[in-house]
Nanobody, 128 residues
């Protein structure tokens, strides 16, 4: 089994920044393709960003493009989501999710919800 733990959430003013971390333990070979999802109150969960197993071709939804950046550490067991210029609409619980990456899929990541492992989430609140 793979366990994912998010951290780094909190309360920030509009225009501020946060860096979320997703730390993996256990079956880390499945910590390959990693995505960030968020769910705001009374809204459906949406994929926000993802990073491939190789670190290439990260993807972002339009509303965060240019403000959010996903990366992974050199050891490969932690993925980060740097969030800049945060706005009230970014308020949500943020989850990281992971799945394995078969050969041929290591350079790409989807933003669909078909991920195998999920963390419990970290709250991000953007408010003045």
């Amino acid at each position: 089994q793979l366990q994912l733990v998010e951290s780094g959430g909190g309360l920030v003013q509009p225009g501020g920044s946060l860096r979320l971390s997703c730390a993996a333990s256990g079956l880390t070979s499945d910590f390959a393709t990693v995505a960030w999802f968020r769910q705001a109150p009374e809204k459906t969960r949406e994929g926000v960003a993802c990073i491939s197993a190789s670190g290439k071709n990260p993807r972002y939804i339009a509303s965060v493009e240019g403000r959010f950046t996903s990366s992974r550490d050199s050891a490969g067991n932690t993925v980060y989501l740097q969030m800049n210029n945060l706005q009230p609409d970014d308020t949500a619980i943020y989850y990281c999710a992971s799945r394995s990456a078969p050969p041929g899929y290591r350079d790409h990541c989807p933003l669909d919800p078909e991920y195998t492992y999920w963390g419990r989430g970290t709250q991000v609140t953007v408010s003045s």
